[in-house]
């Protein structure tokens, strides 16, 4: 079984600075992928940037990075230059490749961006 | 771009009515899913289909889920005799070959 754990429930931040939100999981499988979703008030899910799992180099997407340390089962999610249309629910997940592929959820965490 | 779509955005049914949320997945995606999310919880996993058959359903699937792909095109998740628990979002999500799995817009579910 999987287990994805974001322990900041709220984070602030000022446009145009940098804030990282952190993401921890746990599984068994040998072979999985992470991921970092977006969900602004509309509710709709947007991916944000992946990770699979046997590529030691950190994914980016613009201005979003991540930091993947495998041994310590850590997935952070940075956003540099801080945007107003950032605000939104952050939900980190995985992915197996035994189990069809099916997303476990960490709780999430809300990001405000201030002006 | 191609995208996920689904139908109705809003449904409210009373308890005990039977509802069927409809998804359009991305054409040529072969593994779809449903998720739900309560207001103010996290997103859970209800199945995956695969190859016209669930591949793996949680805990919260019972016997008062079922899912269907009637034709090409469709996906659909139909809740027997709904709860006032069943009140959620009701996501689809598809994906091709690669693990990434793009969502819908969710369909909001308010049974009353």
């Known amino acids: 079984a999987q287990t994805v754990t974001q322990s900041q429930p709220e984070m602030s931040v000022q446009e145009a600075e940098t804030v990282t939100l952190s993401c921890t999981y746990d599984t068994s499988e040998s072979n999985y992928y992470l991921f970092w979703y977006k969900q602004p008030p509309s509710r709709q899910m947007i991916l944000v940037i992946r990770q699979e799992a046997y590529k030691q180099q950190n994914a980016t997407e613009n201005r979003f990075s991540v930091n993947f340390q495998k041994a310590a089962k850590s997935f952070s999610l940075k956003i540099s230059d801080s945007q107003l249309g950032d605000t939104a629910m952050y939900f980190c997940?995985?992915?197996?490749?035994?189990?069809?592929?099916?997303?476990?959820f960490g709780q999430g965490t809300i990001l405000t961006v201030h002006p | 771009e191609p995208e996920v779509t689904q139908t109705p955005s809003h449904q409210v049914t009373q308890m005990g009515q039977e509802v069927i949320l409809r998804c359009v997945p991305i054409?040529?995606?072969?593994?779809f899913y449903w998720y739900r999310q309560i207001l103010g919880q996290k997103v859970e996993f209800l199945v995956s289909f695969y190859n016209n058959e669930i591949s793996e359903k949680s805990e919260i699937f019972d016997d008062q889920f079922s899912v269907e792909r009637p034709d090409g095109s469709n996906f659909t998740l139909k809740i027997r005799s709904t709860k006032l628990e069943d009140s959620a979002m009701y996501f689809c999500?598809?994906?091709?070959?690669?693990?990434?799995?793009?969502f819908g817009p969710g369909t909001r579910l308010t049974v009353l």
């Open positions: 997940a995985s992915s197996g490749g035994t189990s069809y592929g099916k997303l476990t």
């Open positions: 054409s040529n995606h072969l593994y």
């Open positions: 999500a598809s994906r091709g070959l690669a693990d990434t799995q793009y």
